[in-house]
């Protein structure tokens, strides 16, 4: 080079020809992040000294996901994210937008190392002759680089500096850059920005941007799509193309004449794809509850995530998980089982304010259905609302409601447990006072007032007729008898606590179900019953894992024996008259199932709790400060079950019965008769020979699928062997020959072990 030519040439290319290799990247750097060039000799001093002594390590984690939760067939039902994110492989986005990325970005990505010298000298020389900052010299992996940076970042200020315009920030990238072009190769840090980028309107990552602007997957983008998306990173909001269409336009052009001055394109092609308009097919992303197909299942789901120290030590480290981790989450609700509870709350009356449901499965506490009538969301004045009122405090639910009657299920199993017969008598008057009780303490409580929902039948009633018709006075002299320590210790067992998480209340008008209490612990309570005994802890997760495909432990149900198998059957077998002869007669369901009705205080609200050995089910409906909340039993009792009745049989429709089994303990009733074993007899036979046992006899309009020849029974209800009141009425269901057989299979575990019926479990 001549003198001449020396003294012509920009002073910034001499800096950079006369250093050596060791400083050259931090001059670059400290130019690039400087309004002007009169410091260049300490610039470049420091910067060398500071790019020599920044850390090389760099942890490269993967950006924020957003969490899917799947029900148990497989649907998708919520998703929870911090940024609308779903990452994908490299060979999941189509070529055509790996070009336009590359083009418009880093056109020499594949060519350089960490820093394009070419590049960023170009920039350089522009930013000195112009006295400030005109043009970036970032290359895709610098930016890669800062995204993960600002990704990482927990608090708003570690977001400024990520993203502050400064030397540090610069020199930093740069090094770190450097690391992850050394661990990395140029289509893995590709795939890692397409991933991470912003490309406005809420959507992180390629993916997620072809959803929300096109809803389609980035392996189906265009040349036109491709060349928008890869405009929109430059300015996010700017080129916005919902918001700013010609921006985004005019952004998008520029893209693809970029692509076919570097040949990855002819010009024909980028003045075709230049002049169509802007086409969008866009998609509102779909975040939490609100989004959900089953909100208040979804916020439950979400409170045990963020309420349960398994998933992470503190608050912050549970939200962080869940909005960020990219989590999977499998759960147990049976979207069958769901709509057939949402169809039963939508045909409630229509004064009605509030139903609620919930159906756990015997055995394994799983949450089969969870609605409530009311639409999630924020707006009160539209009857919106976002507490989960079949839930509990801790679970997104309120303090609770009165159970009712329906407590009085283990006043009536304490009893048995007791020794007491089934058969006993007890006063049964309209109304009584009450003394005598004590509490675990031994404490003593004031005389209790009880009157009778409806009039007595009789001036005494046994376990049996006393629950059939659900006397309060009654329940009142068995409570004493019990003991009000054993009748709460027995709710106790079956996993029954205040809804805001305290112990329940031992006063003697606990049997009447004045702990407010949540319809999922007592659908699980009673499924606890249908178990045979064996209550199992609600649970609504299955399976979690991470964005790896790592498993995270999952809190696991806790099955635990509450009562012995005879008593628990003895319960099931008394509650079963309360579907034929009892509160709710006429609510049977067309297969073995039993239950219990309840009124709450001043008859504002109703509750029916009850169960098959496949499922259980708890409803609560009313509206304490409607006028109409004051109307008698009736009314309510013929409300509510029907709600259960229908939805149980949506549940359990295409599913085979399965049969109770009968208690093999003498329980000492009264009056009962045994029901002849008929199965398999043609059924006017089986008609007669029950009729002559003493027994009323109706046919199931229904005809049940069997391998058993037509028209003969398959099952009765109650069961074959079975010990009754002589006054019970014989279901028998009868086989329509279809072959299916699938009823038959099952039932062949019973045999005579389960009193004749063909379905033991």
Same mark, same amino acid.
């Given at each position: 080079?001549?003198?001449?030519?020396?003294?012509?040439?920009?002073?910034?290319?001499?800096?950079?020809?006369?250093?050596?290799?060791a400083?050259?990247?931090?001059?670059?750097?400290?130019?690039?992040?400087?309004?002007?060039?009169?410091s260049?000799?300490?610039?470049?001093?420091?910067?060398?000294?500071?790019? !020599?002594?920044?850390?090389?390590?760099?942890?490269?984690?993967?950006?924020?996901?957003?969490?899917?939760?799947?029900?148990?067939?497989?649907?998708?039902?919520?998703?929870?994210?911090?940024?609308?994110? #779903?990452?994908?492989?490299?060979?999941?986005?189509?070529?055509?937008?790996?070009?336009?990325?590359?083009?418009?970005?880093?056109?020499?990505?594949?060519?350089?190392?960490?820093?394009?010298?070419?590049?960023?000298?170009?920039?350089?020389?522009?930013?000195?002759?112009?006295?400030?900052?005109?043009?970036?010299?970032?290359?895709?992996t610098?930016?890669?680089?800062?995204?993960?940076?600002?990704?990482?970042?927990?608090?708003?200020?570690?977001?400024?500096?990520?993203?502050?315009?400064?030397?540090?920030?610069?020199?930093?990238?740069?090094?770190?850059?450097?690391?992850?072009?050394?661990?990395?190769? !140029?289509?893995?840090?590709l795939q890692?920005?397409?991933?991470?980028?912003?490309?406005?309107?809420?959507?992180?990552?390629?993916?997620?941007?072809?959803?929300?602007?096109?809803?389609k997957?980035?392996?189906?983008?265009?040349?036109?799509?491709?060349?928008?998306?890869?405009?929109?990173?430059?300015?996010?909001?700017?080129?916005?193309?919902?918001?700013?269409?010609?921006?985004?336009?005019?952004?998008?052009?520029?893209?693809l004449?970029?692509?076919?001055?570097?040949?990855?394109?002819?010009?024909?092609?980028?003045?075709?794809?230049?002049?169509?308009?802007?086409?969008?097919?866009?998609?509102?992303?779909?975040?939490?509850?609100?989004?959900?197909?089953?909100?208040?299942?979804?916020?439950?789901?979400?409170?045990e $995530?963020?309420?349960?120290?398994?998933?992470?030590?503190?608050?912050?480290?549970?939200?962080?998980?869940?909005?960020?981790?990219?989590?999977? $989450?499998?759960?147990?609700?049976?979207m069958?089982?769901?709509?057939?509870?949402?169809?039963?709350?939508s045909?409630?009356?229509s004064?009605?304010?509030?139903?609620?449901?919930?159906?756990?499965?015997?055995?394994?506490? #799983?949450?089969?259905a969870?609605?409530? *009538?009311?639409?999630?969301?924020?707006?009160? !004045?539209?009857g919106?609302?976002?507490?989960?009122?079949?839930?509990?405090?801790?679970?997104?639910?309120?303090?609770?409601?009165?159970?009712?009657?329906?407590?009085? $299920?283990?006043?009536?199993?304490?009893a048995?447990?007791?020794? $007491?017969s089934?058969?006993?008598?007890?006063?049964?008057?309209e109304?009584?006072?009450?003394?005598?009780?004590?509490?675990?303490?031994?404490?003593?409580s004031?005389?209790?007032?009880?009157?009778?929902?409806?009039k *007595?039948?009789?001036?005494?009633?046994?376990?049996?007729?006393?629950?059939?018709?659900?006397?309060?006075?009654?329940?009142?002299?068995?409570?004493?008898?019990?003991?009000?320590?054993?009748?709460?210790?027995?709710?106790?067992?079956? /996993?029954? !606590?205040?809804?805001?998480?305290?112990?329940?209340?031992?006063?003697?008008?606990?049997?009447?179900?004045?702990?407010?209490?949540?319809?999922?612990?007592?659908?699980?309570?009673?499924?606890?019953?249908?178990?045979?005994?064996?209550y199992?802890?609600?649970?609504?997760?299955?399976?979690?894992?991470?964005?790896?495909?790592?498993?995270?432990?999952?809190?696991?149900?806790?099955?635990?024996?509450?009562?012995?198998?005879?008593?628990?059957?003895?319960?099931?077998?008394?509650?079963?008259?309360?579907?034929t002869k009892?509160?709710?007669? %006429?609510m049977?369901?067309?297969r073995?199932?039993? %239950?219990?009705?309840?009124?709450?205080?001043?008859?504002t609200?109703?509750?029916?709790?009850?169960?098959?050995?496949?499922?259980?089910?708890?409803?609560?409906?009313?509206?304490? #400060?409607?006028?109409?909340?004051?109307?008698?039993y009736?009314?309510? %009792?013929?409300?509510?079950?029907?709600?259960?009745?229908?939805?149980?049989?949506?549940?359990?429709?295409?599913?085979?019965?399965s *049969?109770?089994?009968?208690?093999?303990?003498?329980?000492?009733?009264?009056?009962?008769?045994?029901?002849?074993?008929?199965? /398999?007899?043609?059924?006017q036979?089986?008609?007669?020979?029950?009729?002559?046992?003493?027994?009323?006899?109706?046919?199931?309009?229904?005809?049940?699928?069997?391998?058993?020849?037509?028209?003969t029974?398959?099952?009765?209800?109650?069961?074959?062997?079975?010990?009754?009141?002589?006054?019970?009425?014989?279901?028998?269901?009868?086989?329509?020959?279809?072959?299916?057989?699938?009823?038959?299979?099952?039932?062949?575990?019973? /045999?005579k072990k389960?009193?004749?019926?063909?379905?033991?479990?």
């Amino acid at each position: 080079m001549t003198d001449e030519k020396a003294d012509r040439e920009p002073a910034i290319l001499k800096l950079i020809r006369l250093l050596g290799a060791a400083l050259v990247a931090g001059v670059l750097v400290s130019f690039l992040a400087l309004p002007a060039v009169g410091s260049a000799g300490m610039a470049t001093r420091d910067a060398a000294d500071s790019f !020599k002594n920044l850390p090389a390590d760099f942890s490269i984690q993967p950006p924020p996901e957003r969490t899917t939760v799947y029900s148990a067939d497989g649907e998708v039902i919520a998703t929870f994210y911090h940024h609308n994110r #779903e990452s994908v492989r490299l060979d999941q986005v189509a070529p055509i937008m790996r070009k336009a990325v590359v083009a418009i970005e880093d056109s020499r990505f594949y060519q350089h190392g960490p820093l394009d010298m070419k590049g960023s000298a170009r920039a350089l020389v522009t930013n000195a002759q112009e006295g400030g900052v005109k043009q970036g010299g970032s290359t895709l992996t610098q930016q890669y680089v800062k995204n993960l940076l600002v990704e990482s970042a927990d608090t708003d200020k570690e977001i400024e500096e990520a993203k502050a315009p400064t030397f540090g920030r610069k020199l930093r990238e740069l090094r770190y850059a450097v690391n992850v072009e050394k661990r990395l190769s !140029k289509d893995q840090i590709l795939q890692g920005y397409l991933n991470i980028a912003y490309f406005g309107a809420s959507a992180y990552g390629v993916q997620a941007a072809a959803q929300r602007y096109f809803s389609k997957d980035a392996t189906e983008l265009t040349l036109p799509e491709a060349a928008l998306l890869a405009g929109i990173t430059n300015s996010p909001s700017y080129y916005d193309p919902t918001v700013f269409p010609d921006h985004a336009r005019e952004r998008r052009n520029t893209v693809l004449y970029r692509m076919a001055e570097l040949k990855m394109i002819t010009k024909q092609q980028a003045d075709q794809a230049a002049a169509l308009p802007i086409k969008l097919h866009t998609k509102q992303p779909k975040s939490d509850c609100v989004a959900s197909k089953v909100p208040f299942f979804c916020q439950y789901v979400k409170n045990e $995530i963020l309420g349960n120290p398994a998933f992470g030590k503190t608050q912050t480290d549970r939200e962080k998980l869940l909005y960020r981790g990219g989590l999977t $989450i499998r759960t147990t609700i049976d979207m069958k089982a769901q709509r057939a509870a949402q169809q039963a709350l939508s045909r409630r009356p229509s004064h009605s304010r509030t139903a609620t449901e919930a159906m756990v499965k015997p055995g394994t506490g #799983e949450i089969k259905a969870m609605v409530v *009538s009311r639409t999630y969301g924020a707006d009160v !004045k539209k009857g919106e609302t976002q507490l989960n009122l079949a839930a509990d405090y801790a679970h997104g639910g309120n303090l609770g409601y009165s159970a009712g009657s329906t407590f009085k $299920i283990f006043t009536l199993a304490a009893a048995l447990d007791k020794g $007491i017969s089934a058969g006993s008598s007890f006063p049964a008057p309209e109304s009584a006072t009450v003394s005598g009780y004590r509490d675990c303490k031994g404490n003593g409580s004031e005389p209790w007032p009880v009157q009778n929902a409806e009039k *007595s039948k009789g001036k005494s009633a046994n376990l049996q007729t006393g629950t059939w018709e659900s006397i309060n006075t009654f329940y009142a002299y068995l409570e004493k008898e019990v003991g009000i320590c054993d009748a709460v210790k027995m709710a106790q067992n079956f /996993g029954m !606590k205040r809804s805001d998480g305290k112990p329940l209340q031992q006063n003697p008008a606990q049997v009447l179900g004045t702990n407010e209490i949540d319809v999922t612990h007592l659908a699980a309570a009673y499924a606890g019953f249908a178990a045979r005994g064996e209550y199992c802890t609600p649970i609504a997760i299955t399976e979690v894992t991470d964005s790896t495909g790592k498993k995270i432990k999952v809190p696991k149900s806790k099955c635990t024996k509450a009562v012995d198998a005879d008593i628990a059957d003895q319960v099931t077998n008394i509650l079963q008259g309360v579907l034929t002869k009892g509160t709710a007669a %006429g609510m049977g369901i067309g297969r073995p199932a039993a %239950g219990k009705t309840g009124t709450c205080e001043s008859f504002t609200c109703a509750v029916f709790a009850g169960y098959t050995p496949d499922l259980a089910a708890a409803v609560w409906y009313g509206d304490p #400060e409607a006028p109409w909340g004051h109307r008698n039993y009736g009314v309510y %009792g013929r409300n509510v079950a029907p709600i259960w009745r229908a939805s149980m049989m949506g549940a359990l429709r295409g599913t085979s019965a399965s *049969s109770f089994h009968t208690p093999v303990k003498d329980f000492g009733t009264l009056d009962q008769k045994q029901i002849p074993n008929v199965q /398999g007899m043609p059924v006017q036979q089986a008609k007669k020979q029950i009729e002559n046992a003493g027994f009323s006899v109706q046919i199931s309009p229904r005809a049940v699928d069997s391998s058993q020849p037509a028209n003969t029974v398959v099952y009765t209800s109650p069961s074959g062997g079975s010990q009754v009141d002589q006054d019970t009425t014989v279901m028998l269901f009868v086989s329509n020959g279809s072959g299916a057989g699938v009823a038959d299979k099952k039932g062949k575990r019973g /045999g005579k072990k389960h009193g004749g019926w063909p379905f033991g479990n």
